[in-house]
Every structure is written in structure tokens, then in C-alpha cells.
């Protein structure tokens, strides 16, 4: 490695922490530049009535090697919890448990034949190795073929459309796999028990700790700090100017923000990578948490296959964590996943309260708005980019024709779903490439 060199981070979400602590440990002067009151992104936590929690929810996997190692670095390995967990699903106006193979053929919307092709489909996919393959097909394709008609339109379809909306028709066949390949690594070897994790405080915990050990180390990290451009100045060094018009000089910049967010506060690009990084296309998500005094269900997922329902799932948080964490309430959100543009998001809380406590009430009658007690809608517009046909082989790298001014973003995961640990790797793959070769 060459001598020391200052480095500037956009972005202090995790995946804009982690290049922070490797490029600390490598040597280098570094700042964070994050445009909210503190870290995390979207992993940052917000109070609920008292209550403070992840504003979207997040769970670590036995198989979060990367996101266990952060953890031990910082401290907090010791804090983690596991805890065994249960699925539900609501199909066809009625709530059955899919906890086990048991449940698994008592399952009554679906035939044993096809039953039979549900799970040959999920074994074929957890056995592929060749991912790159599936980005040549498209996912109703793949799935038509190994489940059938009927077991995608019951089973695949509404799940879907409740992930992806009308963006499945041009999704590939990869992004099925590693929803497979996830929902097997949460399962203990052997035992094949679903074994989630959290640790104890959540991400408030997680990313307050995170930030204190970069401090320590002499990371700077500069809080409600938007960056509004980045170019290069006549001595060579790259400026950040943020947008109280303050301004600072930097060896090497990396913004982790969006893929349109980072070419467009950089006029020196080419107007070919420009359109390379805009042409990216994101899902938003619309997030509700609400406090219940009372359980709904004893699933931390709830997954749903009819149509009517506005949410994607319902993630009962209180089925995983110690309800201590919540007071001794229960905490549910209520995520549907939705393009930027969608109205949904110009609809107030109190607006998308009537159409989602609606629908909950509906599916639960014995819920009723006097059981509630907290409402709030967590909102992100951009969150993860559709895995389009071929997506790996047009994604732009994270070299741009700024040199030394670097993206790496969630974008960049390829073979994973979107998560913290998918998050914390492409972090420190990327940026390990970085400092081989500088």
C-alpha cells in the first residue's frame, strides 16, 4: 500500500461504516459524510411511544458470517440472541402454519401433486451453483416450468407481485434462487429449524456501537451533512462541497448512495456511465410499525398469497425478540414494496393507516383500533434495484471516469438478497479490490 491518504464516505449507512472501519485499519485518514442525525440508513431505528426498534425490519441469519464478524469487531457478539421461529401463510381467507413438513402437506390450497413440484422447485434451486445462468430466464418462466401453472399462479405469482409488483414480468429467474438460497441458510444444518437472530437493542444498538468504535479509531463522521457535489480541483485532490456550501478536500472519494444519487452530484462524468447508473431501476418500500398490546399470531413471518391485502407479509417482530424489547407489547410491521413513483407514497399516515389497519383488521377481527398503540409509517423510495434479465453483465463497476472517485452500492449485490450481511460483503469485497491496487 502507498503512503496515507484522506478518504471521504457518502453515506453512513452500514455498508458506508464498514469501508470506513477497512480503510481505518489500512492505514488512511477517513470521514463519513451522513446526511441524517445519525448512522445506520436504511438499518436506523426511530422511537415508538417509548419504544425504540428498527424503523424496517432485519433479522441475521446463522449463515451472516460477514454481518457476525462486524459485530464480534465492535463488541457485540455476545449480545446476539437466536431464537427458533415459525411461518405462517394466509391463503384463500384462512391463516395455516408452513413451520415444518408436516404442515408443509397438510397445506390445503395446493394438491400433493403439486405439493410434490412446490418442493422439488425450492430443492433444485437450493442445489445451483451457476446462478449466472437464471439471469437469462425470467422468473415466471423458470418457475412455470419446475412448479407448473397451478402451483405459480396459487403460490408463486401473488408472492411475486406482493415482492416485486408488475416488475416480476422482467425480473429474472436469479432472483428466486437467492430467496431460496437465503431461506436455506436460515435453517440449522440438520435440524432444519428456522434459527433467527437479533441483537439485544436492535439496530439502535447496533449502529450507535458501530459509530462509537469508528470515533475511537479517529474516523471522522460529520452528522446532517447532505453532499450536494463532488469534482476535481486544479491541485488534483477530489472536493466535497455539502450543502451549507461548506467544502472540503479529499485523496479518494466513495459514495455508497443510490446509483442515480452518485452520478448526479458528479457533473465530470460521461453521459455514457450517467446513463449506465440511471438506467439502474429501484423498488421503495412503504413500511408501517405498529404496537399492539396483543398478538396476532405466533409467526414472525406471515407470508400471503391472496390478492387483496395492500402488505407484502406481515413480519410480527415480538414472534422473534424478547417482548421486553417492546415493552411488553408486540410490534408488526406491515411492508409493501412498491416503484418510486407509486401514489402510495404522496398518501398521508393517516390516509395509508385506513387502507392498511383496514385490511389487518379484516384479516384478524379480533383486533380493533383500541388493541393499538402506536402507528407510524416508515417510508424509503429507493431500496433495492430490481434484478432485471442479465443485470450482472450491465451493471457498471465501481470505477468511474473521475479517478479516484468510487460508487459501491447495494446494487452491486448480485447472487444475494437484499440484507445487512449482503450489504457488509459488497463492502468488503469492493473495497479490498480498491486498496490492492492503489
Not at 416503484?339 to 387502507?355: G, T, V
Not at 389497519?357 to 379484516?362: N, P, R
Not at 468511474?400 to 459501491?408: A, G, W
Not at 450489504?423 to 469492493?430: D, F, L, M, R
Request: proline share 3%; with cysteine.
Amino acid at each position: 500500500m502507498s503512503d496515507q491518504k484522506s478518504w471521504g464516505i457518502v453515506g453512513g449507512g452500514i455498508l458506508g461504516m464498514t469501508l470506513a472501519m477497512r480503510l481505518k485499519q489500512a492505514g488512511h485518514q477517513v470521514a463519513i459524510f451522513e446526511s441524517s442525525e445519525k448512522t445506520g440508513g436504511l438499518a436506523s431505528s426511530w422511537n415508538m411511544n417509548g419504544i425504540v426498534w428498527d424503523r424496517f425490519y432485519h433479522v441475521i441469519l446463522m449463515s451472516d458470517f460477514h454481518t457476525r464478524k462486524i459485530l464480534k469487531e465492535i463488541g457485540l457478539e455476545k449480545e446476539l440472541r437466536w431464537v427458533e421461529t415459525k411461518t405462517g401463510f394466509f391463503s384463500e381467507g384462512k391463516l395455516h402454519s408452513m413451520s415444518n413438513l408436516i404442515e408443509f402437506f397438510k397445506f390445503p390450497p395446493i394438491n400433493l401433486i403439486d405439493k410434490f413440484r412446490l418442493g422439488l422447485t425450492i430443492f433444485v434451486a437450493s442445489k445451483i451453483k451457476n446462478w449466472e445462468r437464471l439471469e437469462n430466464m425470467l422468473v415466471a418462466d423458470w418457475l412455470t416450468r419446475w412448479s407448473g401453472r397451478r402451483v405459480f399462479e396459487k403460490i408463486w405469482l401473488p408472492l411475486l407481485k406482493a415482492k416485486l409488483g408488475d416488475n416480476y414480468k422482467s425480473t429474472s429467474a436469479a432472483f428466486i434462487w437467492t430467496t431460496i438460497q437465503r431461506m436455506y441458510a436460515a435453517r440449522k444444518s440438520g435440524l432444519k429449524k428456522e434459527m433467527f437472530g437479533y441483537v439485544a437493542g436492535g439496530y439502535e444498538k447496533i449502529n450507535s456501537q458501530f459509530a462509537s468504535h469508528l470515533a475511537v479509531s479517529g474516523v471522522e463522521i460529520n452528522y446532517n451533512s447532505t453532499v450536494r457535489s463532488v469534482k476535481k480541483t486544479v491541485v488534483g485532490k477530489l472536493e466535497v462541497t455539502l450543502e451549507n456550501n461548506s467544502t472540503q478536500l479529499f485523496d479518494h472519494i466513495i459514495s455508497t448512495l443510490s446509483s442515480r444519487q452518485s452520478v448526479n452530484m458528479v457533473e465530470e462524468l460521461t453521459e455514457e456511465e450517467k446513463q449506465l447508473h440511471t438506467a439502474i431501476r429501484y423498488l421503495g418500500v412503504i413500511c408501517p410499525s405498529i404496537i399492539l398490546k396483543h398478538s396476532i399470531s405466533p409467526y414472525y413471518v406471515t407470508n400471503i398469497t391472496d390478492n387483496w391485502p395492500p402488505f407484502t407479509g406481515i413480519i410480527e417482530m415480538t414472534a422473534l425478540i424478547d417482548k421486553n424489547e417492546a415493552n411488553g407489547n408486540h410490534l408488526i410491521y406491515l411492508p409493501k414494496y412498491i416503484n418510486p413513483d407509486d401514489p402510495l407514497f404522496e398518501l398521508d399516515d393517516s390516509e395509508l393507516r385506513k387502507i392498511f389497519l383496514g385490511a389487518l383488521f379484516k384479516m384478524y377481527p379480533s383486533i380493533t383500533d383500541a388493541d393499538i398503540i402506536f402507528w407510524g409509517v416508515s417510508k424509503a423510495r429507493v431500496v433495492f434495484a430490481i434484478p432485471s434479465l442479465n443485470y450482472s453483465k450491465n451493471l457498471p463497476g465501481i470505477y468511474t471516469s473521475l479517478d479516484n472517485y468510487y460508487i459501491i452500492n447495494s446494487a452491486q449485490i448480485l447472487n444475494g438478497t437484499l440484507n445487512v450481511n449482503e450489504t457488509i460483503q459488497v463492502a468488503e469485497s469492493k473495497i479490498k479490490i480498491i486498496l490492492d491496487e492503489i
